[in-house]
């Protein structure tokens, strides 16, 4: 079956670590987001990909980077983690396409910046 | 900035009672979607609803979709202890080509 997955799982850190958090799809869709959750902010987008080379910028995406060299993959790098970064990010995939169809998610990263 | 806010912010039912929860939006919309996430899971794509819709229905799903007042409703009838979770709005802003998401309802049904 087609699945969307995350690694790794729980991720700790320091302050100034480079980190990538790795997000594999094998429902072949073109779009891929990425999303982190905090209490009392719901899910907030951080970077987004259409395509293989396209990327774009989310609500929230300073500090944050991402590339997209095929279509099953998008990681997502933190520069130089800093304490605000500690969250629960999330990857998800959608059809091609804008048409804002329904997002399948993975199961999240615990990532704590200490 | 967040597109849908979701009220209550918490609803606590007993087994069988019906569930209703609220999703108030900002900017015009192509589709509106309700999630659903589990403890420590990722969100699970439940019911989308589009502009020109009204109403929805999926198993012991319903959703409206009022757009002159930019809101929607979900119900889940004959709740289970199993339906316990958080629960999203998404909606896609009109022009914005991704999902924004609220901040979401949590919903503990006691049996």
């Known amino acids: 079956d087609a699945e969307i997955t995350q690694s790794p799982r729980h991720k700790i850190t320091e302050t100034g670590r480079q980190v990538t958090l790795a997000c594999h799809q094998t429902?072949?869709?073109?779009?891929m987001f990425w999303y982190r959750q905090d209490l009392g902010h719901g899910l907030r987008l951080i970077h987004y990909?259409?395509?293989?080379?396209?990327?774009n910028k989310g609500e929230v995406s300073d500090g944050y980077s991402v590339s997209r060299s095929n279509t099953e993959d998008l990681p997502l790098t933190l520069e130089s983690a800093a304490s605000s970064q500690t969250s629960v990010y999330f990857c998800a995939s959608s059809a091609s396409g804008t048409a804002n169809e329904k997002l399948f998610f993975g199961s999240g990263t615990q990532l704590s910046v200490l | 900035s967040q597109q849908g806010e979701e009220d209550p912010q918490a609803l606590s039912i007993q087994e069988g009672e019906n569930a209703t929860m609220n999703c108030s939006y900002k900017?015009?919309?192509?589709?509106l979607q309700w999630y659903r996430q589990n403890s420590g899971r990722g969100l699970v794509h439940l019911i989308l609803?589009?502009?020109?819709?009204r109403e929805k229905h999926s198993g012991r799903l319903r959703v409206t979709l009022d757009t002159s007042k930019k809101s929607s409703s979900l119900l889940i009838t004959a709740s289970r202890a199993a339906d316990t979770a958080s629960y999203f709005c998404a909606t896609d802003g009109g022009n914005n080509n991704d999902m924004r998401f609220g901040a979401g309802t949590r919903l503990t049904v006691k049996p």
């Open positions: 900017t015009s919309i192509n589709n």
């Open positions: 609803i589009r502009s020109n819709e």
């Open positions: 990909s259409y395509g293989v080379h396209d990327t």
């Open positions: 429902w072949n869709h073109n779009n």
